[in-house]
């Protein structure tokens, strides 16, 4: 990371840049997504959800973010909805209004999870 303005190429086209996230030297893709799940902490979780507009994540809001962070780090993957239903005991549409962008673009961007799209 010599030139932290250099833009670097993945499989999907996904450009890469750095920032400095809660003091850590941090890679992101182009939306934003950290790019090794290992760099996360909950400190930039809580940057990460300042971005999308989250003031403060709530207890609920950590206990989704947790579950999916434990899921993918026991599957090797993100779960998928009914997993999500399933283990945290609410419906699809009040999670997808807890986080703006939803669980795709929200939770999971927070969770520090790979981008949905580069995961196709």
Not at 30 to 41: A, I, M, P, Q
Not at 60 to 87: C, E, S
Request: overall charge negative; charged content about 25%.
């Amino acid at each position: 990371m010599n030139d932290p303005s250099a833009a670097e190429q993945k499989p999907g086209d996904f450009q890469q840049r750095v920032r400095i996230i809660a003091g850590k030297e941090i890679l992101l893709d182009s939306e934003g997504f950290l790019w090794h799940v290992g760099d996360w902490t909950e400190e930039i979780a809580e940057v990460l959800a300042s971005e999308l507009g989250i003031g403060r994540l709530d207890e609920f809001q950590w206990t989704v973010i947790r579950f999916l962070r434990d899921y993918y780090a026991y599957h090797g993957r993100a779960p998928m909805n009914r997993d999500l239903k399933a283990g945290l005991g609410i419906s699809l549409m009040d999670l997808e209004a807890l986080f703006p962008g939803g669980i795709r673009r929200g939770a999971r961007r927070i969770a520090g999870l790979p981008n949905p799209r580069s995961c196709t």
